[in-house]
């Protein structure tokens, strides 16, 4: 008998996960070891000319109340009723996998408990990094590590802005208005530009690799809408590329420092050549030193090639959890505050300062220079006063 | 009661299973679910200052014969007595992870059947790209995916050489010696520089994805030995890094297409930033488009780390055939001959020969020049022979 399955919302991810099941079904088949379709689609808009019209519902109840429902693939977006629906088709043995990294970031631990006692699986590779292979990865191929850093390149939108500025010295605000002409920023562009979207991606990263849900509320994010073209200019002058960054790092005493920040990003280091809207995740390891994951980060078909990988892997792994779970956190004493962020620092002074720093770099917009000196956080914001520097950004080590 | 495992091969790779394994033994087992320990190591040699002398033995048949063992880890490198010791722990319904290019290339499909017939799983997640993940994301997480073509750079010691010809100006023999001063190439480097390892591992990706048998006989394969600092050179003006690279791609007639040769790598690529020992690989898809995937390809703790993430992955996956079978071969017609090759060429003319290519580099070396035609092989052979080249050179698209 063949597995079926069901797609909750019929948007670009949703309906992504359709288009590709349907067009390589015969290769998925072959893969899952079993005959696989598609039952349901859950959305609440019509769709009369859709071919697959016959297999829309706007009642969730039929699909959580269908027992022949094995698996299911979440495309909704946003907590609620995601939340509902998926906790509802986990309570029943129904594997869930989702793309929806907002779910994952607040709700994580809650879900892949509730999937563990069920026997079933809740995955989320879609959630981070679009089309890339990071989460399995992390937890199946890099099992045997012990894992000291994870930083990456986790949201397409400001990376292509980035590229733009960096590229065709495009100031912030009409690179901005190109990414929203092409689609890659959305009218309101906030949760992209202000680190929110990494925020969450980090989140799951952390929260995954270090055992313990790591919520939003609690990551320093800066986004990059305040970042200046001269510094993006005058960083290339020094040898680096500004990124903005997501990472978390293990500090000496134990506890984890995840952030979202604008870095530089040294040419040598292959993160500095991520350009447009391309992710890339590098994990850093005891035993492999470090690797790094690149894609694209987001888009219908990148995103729905991570959700159907889960849902293949669900029909493999049929009454076997495989999911990696976490436990919840009562409070966050194991993440680190931002003070205990160290690293070494670009600074920007006014035109014409005084600078005896070695390298420095002077130009109309200012005088700028790379400390020699790794510096803390409040280190650096306290020399930046000192200096009154008009900039102070920290560097990927 | 605690999984055991069994090390076969104590040189460089095995100890590094053994080292990686107690450092971080309380993370694996639980990410394992299980407890585990290393009950054997197989080894001819003596190590009577080892900390793990008392796992020591000389004679297969103890870890063979002995039921308690569920799991191995085979690291001896080479083709015999590898494969009639891996396919007797296979029968014997014990799961094997490997690290030998050399025993899958030539015997996977063999081994994979054994694995299947057995209710046991053969991994070699190792054999390829050192401490990369790539066999698993290419047939776990990409598998909603048609791929169309992977390739990349899967040999460090060839990476290394043409980096120091690159930046440093290095001509090919001194870059070799250093090389082999540093360890990163063997004393007769052949299996490297001429290609053939990259061939085992290109051999490994094409059967995994392909789903048939490609042995590295029906493989075109062409080394660095005879390339030319002046070509490197003139590369670079051009906008062109030259690499190794290893690929395998889908042609229309449905025939796949195996090759190692050097290739031009444009800047604007990610893989021309992958520099010394590092390896990449790109794959493309229909549905993620293309990811890459990079870290240190070879090494004592990067590749110990894929052979143990294999183990982990066995004891997880207890009584459950994960491992991703191909068939075997009988003939090679489904492999298309290297003159169906196409794509860009670099050439090499004389110095001061007649050239009205555009955007031609003209130096004491001779003319350079990238065609903005695609070529099959045979036809930039031709043209080579016409017009009298010192060197013709692929491009990477």
């Not at 994952?104 to 959630?127: H, P, Q, R």
């Not at 500004?242 to 995840?258: F, M």
């Not at 049929?318 to 004493?333: F, H, K, Y």
């Amino acid at each position: 008998m063949s597995v079926k399955a069901a797609v909750l919302g019929y948007g670009v991810v949703g309906s992504g996960v359709v288009e590709l099941f349907y067009k390589n079904k015969k290769s998925i088949e072959k893969r899952a070891g079993k005959e696989m379709d598609i039952k349901y689609i859950l959305d609440l808009r019509d769709f009369p000319d859709s071919p697959y019209r016959d297999k829309l519902t706007k009642d969730f109840n039929d699909i959580v109340n269908d027992d022949e429902v094995s698996v299911v693939a979440e495309c909704m977006g946003g907590v609620e009723p995601a939340f509902t629906f998926v906790k509802a088709c986990l309570e029943k043995g129904k594997s869930v996998s989702t793309s929806n990294k907002e779910l994952v970031a607040e709700k994580g631990d809650i879900l892949l408990k509730t999937a563990k006692d069920n026997n079933c699986n809740f995955f989320f590779e879609a959630s981070v990094g679009g089309a890339i292979p990071i989460i399995r990865p992390l937890h199946k191929c890099l099992a045997a590590n012990d894992i000291s850093r994870v930083a990456g390149i986790l949201n397409g939108t400001t990376n292509f802005i980035l590229t733009k500025m960096y590229n065709d010295n495009m100031p912030f605000d009409t690179a901005l208005k190109l990414a929203q002409q092409l689609g890659y920023a959305e009218k309101d562009p906030t949760a992209d530009i202000e680190g929110h979207d990494a925020c969450r991606k980090i989140c799951i990263i952390s929260s995954l690799v270090y055992g313990k849900h790591v919520y939003p509320k609690s990551v320093c994010t800066k986004g990059i809408s305040s970042l200046e073209l001269c510094d993006v200019e005058s960083a290339e002058v020094l040898g680096y590329a500004i990124k903005l960054i997501a990472s978390v790092t293990r500090l000496d005493d134990g506890r984890i420092l995840p952030a979202v920040m604008p870095m530089l990003v040294p040419f040598d280091s292959i993160i500095s050549g991520v350009n447009d809207v391309f992710n890339a995740v590098m994990v850093y390891a005891d035993g492999i030193d470090q690797a790094m994951f690149y894609g694209r980060g987001a888009g219908k078909l990148p995103t729905a090639s991570a959700v159907l990988g889960d849902v293949i892997n669900s029909v493999q792994h049929d009454n076997t959890v495989d999911s990696q779970t976490w436990e919840p956190s009562d409070d966050d004493s194991f993440i680190a505050p931002i003070s205990s962020f160290s690293s070494r620092w670009y600074f920007r002074l006014p035109a014409g300062a005084e600078c005896s720093a070695e390298g420095a770099y002077s130009s109309e917009s200012g005088v700028s220079f790379v400390t020699e000196d790794i510096l803390t956080y409040d280190e650096a914001a306290a020399k930046a006063g000192e200096l009154g520097a008009k900039a102070f950004i920290p560097v990927l080590e």
